[in-house]
């Protein structure tokens, strides 16, 4: 297991007679969203032959298997992938956030390489030059494995010449915090960057390229992932300039990014990679694992547990407080009316929401949205809500997110802790921490955006503690917060590669 359900809980769940049952809930999704297991099971030999959905590679004589990894799960995927291609592994990268890679490669013929996120540095350059250089040997009996997860966007950064890596950091930290989504962090990242957008597909050829992607943005979008490695680019020069506007930033984006998308839009420089570019007829892009995923695994988990379950959403975003609001009504509809379910009842809103920063707080998109439900379910017994990034890391904290209930506002009230005050801060960490319902079970090793559990619990009754009903299921989808904003996450300092010869 990647998660163990003790590692999830919190003071209000110790408390909770069905504490533990969330916390085998939660473990459930996190475990199913395993990157080593979603590997093994899209990728195997059929005879001969390498298959992973339609895609099929039969080495020729001489053909040899180049590894690529990068993002949040980027060690286990390689190693699952190293086990599968036993010796038609000739030789590999592997690009991991810095402070989650383990002190060797996985495998004789793989390197791991640190490197910063969510913001690139100098070890993010430089691990990415060293796939280049890997990927100009390729030919054309050859198979380049992309295996691309949530971070690769930060992780694999190659700066497009006449834009400097520092222009690039400042204008990253600007998009992380005015509040644009990860589409329009991504559409600016392609065209500053040559390994975005296509690039490291038209590097690996003339080899064929098969790229396995776990999925960390709401509807998986393959162009958006990663910022899409390997996948044509639909947007343009003149929609990374028309984000710039929606957000006021022109006059704080560096004048070199400025001149880069302006003679671009001017046609002066090439678009990014295409539909029609030839580089992509030999390219198979296969998503592996991802939120809707995770949540089926806590509904399945929910109804063994005797919870009547219903999912809600895997496309939940808009502003994390507003957010928290929403499911808080939900909850508190429950509590009223008992609908949309009556009691036991576990609902799931899996996506990702954002955070517009106002203050200088401590906190991430998963804690605000929890300190958003607070008020709203002030006072109302048996509601619980839990919002965790899959990742373990939620903004530049060391929580994956929060829990809420209906005693949380008394609490804070008697610790004096005012929730308006640190919404107002940004600073939910704080908050929470000061609780003891900060979620704190240290990196998954994997990444599927954001969930957000809402349990209504029976009333603990004497015949009714740790009683079970017998589970049923629903799907709806409600709408969300249309408003979208960006959270910000950790600065990390560059190093450099180890391997395991």
């Not at 590692?7 to 916390?23: C, D, M, V």
């Not at 439900?373 to 939620?394: E, F, K, N, Q, W």
């Not at 801060?425 to 929470?432: A, E, K, Q, T």
Request: glycine share 10%; charged share 20%.
């Amino acid at each position: 297991m990647l998660v163990s359900p003790a590692s999830l809980l919190t003071e209000s769940l110790r408390k909770s007679h069905r504490g533990t049952a969330i916390s085998r809930i939660m473990a459930a999704a996190l475990n199913a969203a395993d990157p080593a297991e979603a590997v093994r099971r899209s990728l195997h030999w059929e005879g001969d032959a390498l298959h992973a959905g339609d895609f099929a590679w039969r080495p020729a004589e001489g053909g040899r298997v180049y590894l690529v990894a990068a993002g949040k799960a980027s060690v286990s995927m390689a190693e699952a992938a190293a086990d599968v291609l036993g010796q038609w592994l000739y030789a590999g990268i592997i690009v991991a956030k810095r402070g989650q890679a383990p002190p060797e490669a996985p495998h004789p013929r793989l390197y791991l390489y640190e490197a910063s996120h969510p913001v690139p540095g100098e070890d993010s350059v430089q691990a990415t030059r060293r796939i280049r250089a890997l990927l100009s040997e390729t030919r054309p009996d050859d198979l380049v494995l992309a295996l691309i997860s949530g971070g690769g966007s930060a992780l694999m950064t190659a700066p497009v010449p006449g834009v400097s890596l520092a222009a690039l950091q400042s204008l990253t930290r600007y998009l992380l915090a005015c509040g644009a989504d990860i589409r329009e962090i991504n559409c600016l990242r392609k065209h500053l960057d040559a390994v975005k957008g296509g690039g490291l597909a038209r590097w690996a050829a003339p080899a064929a390229v098969l790229t396995l992607i776990l999925s960390d943005v709401v509807g998986s979008p393959l162009d958006v992932i990663a910022s899409g490695p390997t996948v044509p680019d639909p947007t343009t020069f003149l929609d990374a300039l028309a984000i710039l506007r929606k957000y006021d930033l022109v006059e704080k984006t560096p004048p070199e990014i400025l001149e880069h998308l302006r003679r671009g839009a001017a046609g002066e420089i090439p678009e990014t990679g295409k539909e029609t570019d030839p580089v992509f007829e030999g390219v198979r892009n296969l998503i592996v694992g991802d939120n809707p995923l995770a949540a089926r695994a806590a509904l399945k988990q929910a109804a063994a547990e005797g919870f009547r379950t219903l999912l809600l959403t895997t496309a939940l975003q808009g502003e994390a407080r507003e957010a928290g609001r929403f499911l808080a009504a939900i909850l508190s509809e429950i509590a009223r009316s008992e609908n949309p379910l009556p009691r036991p009842a576990c609902l799931v809103a899996g996506g990702e929401t954002t955070v517009t920063l106002r203050g200088e707080g401590l906190g991430g998109r998963n804690q605000e949205l929890a300190l958003g439900a607070v008020r709203d379910l002030a006072g109302l017994p048996g509601l619980v809500l839990v919002s965790l990034a899959t990742d373990g890391g939620d903004g530049p904290t060391d929580a994956a997110g929060a829990v809420v209930t209906g005693e949380t506002l008394v609490r804070a009230r008697q610790a004096g802790l005012s929730p308006e005050d640190f919404l107002r801060r940004n600073d939910s960490y704080h908050f929470f921490e000061a609780l003891g319902d900060l979620l704190k079970p240290g990196p998954t090793q994997t990444n599927v955006n954001d969930l957000t559990f809402l349990f209504a619990l029976p009333p603990l009754g004497p015949t009714q503690n740790n009683k079970s009903t017998k589970g049923s299921s629903k799907m709806l989808q409600p709408s969300s917060p249309t408003s979208q904003r960006a959270s910000t996450e950790a600065r990390h300092k560059p190093s450099g590669a180890t391997s395991s010869t």
